[in-house]
């Protein structure tokens, strides 16, 4: 049984001054805190979360079994990142569906849903909405903020974007910028969700719909590429759901892979709103400090003062290991201080999340370092 | 320029008993063939096509520029597999839908079209069909047979099917199975399709509509696991469109490769048939020839004395080189003639169709021994 915790909700009256030149007024923040924040106020670790995700980052809601949050193996009491000596902050970043507004909510200027009108974000809008949270908290530098996949852009931007105000890095299965492949993915997802006759141009809301054929497409495609080849073979491989023989449909499941695809697809469809995935794949597509610097991540990261964990995962072919080489090499050429691990793992981008035992060593040994720095150790 | 040729089209009356234990009555075969047929009838070569493919292998259809069959690099007069020396065949598949009978077509017994009850079929079922093709020709025994892709699962298949009917198999890009990776990307697409209110349960016909918007998200699925990492990197990296700044939105196009798969998947959804895209998916599925034999490989082939000759391409990770390796072994169990090749190309799966000369020498070279032996040196 993990703690309980509670969800926590901030207002802003803004505006927020976005990178597409837009801004957004009145808006609202939801997060999470776990442990205590010290006398000195340097124990606070900001955890970013990645696409689907939120500021549940852990612990558990009261009387509501199974609600534990997105990486509860990782954050808690005697955790890796150990909330018995941290001060650990979750925030659902502005355009999600968890709390934080987003394209569903009410727009009290119109008393309609904004849906497709909601402005694009980016993950620098992000993290400049996270310093102003965390300035109402009282806190002016993290020990460290930590993200894994897009949480982990999140990770890197933050001492791009406040080199004073982060004294470590810690950048999990990430990349410095999404490649043509992974673009292309969420660009047929999204085609999927956009093309939904319930779509309704991103304003579905006010026909009482949801385009959940788009969506359930939309997870399906991204659930192949979270998982590695290995792992779907391991798990799936070409075993038939009823375990009999092939019934020869095109229509119906006939393999294992297809059943859980579907059910993955189904779920999420429940859920997470449409307008929500477009725009956080679009921030992944748009994420790339390099391109002000000509290319040249090094030069992104010229001001930077933090220190960095890097962790990539073998068999993730998502953000493969190459792509965290490239923001160490960047790292390196600063003269920074970073540590790098790659972990022989099978699961693919997924492993950021699972309990592999040298990868959740790695983080509690580092975060061991980091508290002895806060004297939270 | 290349050489003209003109599409045939064999009636049959069947029925043809499929694999699924449906059979198929009154059904025609579209075929091309280029060059001669010997005295000896024993330089006959068979060239079976991959999912969106066609009998239309190589020349151009007379007046119709651009109208190049799909592998005319590799086929005509003096081309790696040489029509002056050959007599090639080319067969549209069974449930295909660029002339043979397909689940568009009318059925006379009922006057409408098949849509989804058409039968689901093979990787057997098509052989079988080829086969009674040939018989009509008076083809006993085939010099080669030669596919990629799909068409190299029809041509691993012939010598386990006809053991005594073919010389030399020529197997390209291709797999002993699809893999739980392979199968979830088909699925994805399956329900692209399916899910679209345009199929209509797969009678669509009758309504007069076309799915394109499943057709659409099917192909730009597919076409990214054609192309690897490398090449789209190459190509469209993460090159804007308009080449001056991101515009911040979610459903027009801002990168390249988004104008690239959507330029794919619309021409796509013009030309084929959602129904035998279904068809297609599902027989890349089925195929497995070990799964009689308990997953051995080599047993299934046991009985076989054809040649071979495989090759695969570094950057495919649809079918990658280790798939060809694995039939490689199994050919080896039963000390078969095998030769093969990796090849070091960038442009993943897609190779196989491309000019790589190493590749088209290669395929050359193996020609020229097939040729010497019957006497069409």
Redesign the interface.
């Known amino acids: 049984m993990s703690f309980v915790v509670q969800p926590q909700a901030m207002h802003f009256d803004g505006p927020l001054a976005l ?4 801004s957004i007024s009145g808006y609202t923040l939801a997060y999470e805190t776990y442990g205590a924040l010290n006398a000195a106020r340097s124990n606070a670790v900001l955890v970013c979360h990645a696409l689907n995700a939120s500021h549940h980052v852990a612990g558990v809601y009261e009387g509501q079994p199974g609600s534990e949050g997105w990486w509860d193996n990782m954050v808690g009491p005697g955790k890796p990142l150990d909330t018995d000596r941290f001060f650990v902050i979750g925030i659902n970043n502005l355009g999600s569906c968890f709390g934080s507004t987003g394209p569903a909510d009410i727009d009290p200027a119109t008393g309609r849903s904004r849906g ?1 009108d909601f ?2 974000v980016t993950v620098e809008d992000w993290v400049e909405a996270q310093a102003l949270l965390l300035d109402r908290l009282g806190i002016t530098r993290l020990a460290a903020v930590m993200g894994g996949s897009l949480g982990g852009m999140q990770a890197l931007s933050w001492p791009i974007q406040y080199p004073d105000r982060v004294a470590h890095a810690v950048v999990i299965a990430s990349a410095p ?5 992974n ?3 969420n ?2 997802a ?3 969700i ?4 319930d779509f309704h141009g ?1 304003h579905f809301y006010e026909h009482g719909t949801v385009p959940k ?1 788009g969506l ?2 939309a997870r ?2 991204g659930h ?1 590429t979270y ?1 590695s ?1 290995d792992v ?2 391991t ?4 075993e038939l759901r009823d375990a009999v023989a ?1 019934k ?4 119906d499941v ?2 294992q ?2 059943s859980y ?2 059910y993955q ?1 189904d779920k999420f469809s429940e859920y997470f709103d449409a ?1 929500t995935y ?2 956080i794949t ?1 921030a992944l ?2 994420f ?1 400090p390099a ?1 002000a610097y000509g290319g040249r991540l090094a030069d992104a990261l010229a001001g930077c003062q933090t220190r960095f964990l890097l962790a990539s995962f073998t068999t993730d ?1 998502r953000f493969a290991p190459a792509r965290s080489r490239e923001i160490v090499r960047a790292l390196l050429d600063n003269r920074l201080d970073v540590s790098y691990a790659e972990i022989d793992a099978p699961h693919g981008h997924d492993a950021f999340l699972l309990d592999d035992p040298r990868y959740l060593n790695l983080v509690r040994a580092y975060f061991g370092r980091v508290a002895a720095e806060v004297g939270a150790a």
């Open positions: 990178r597409s030149g837009a497709a402005p694009v910028n999404l490649n043509a492949e673009i292309a993915f660009e047929v999204r085609r999927a956009v093309t939904d006759p991103g054929r359930r497409i399906m495609i192949i998982l080849d779907m073979n798990r799936f491989g070409r092939y020869y449909t095109t229509q006939e393999f892979i297809e695809l579907r697809g307008n477009l725009l679009r597509d748009y790339d391109a072919w």
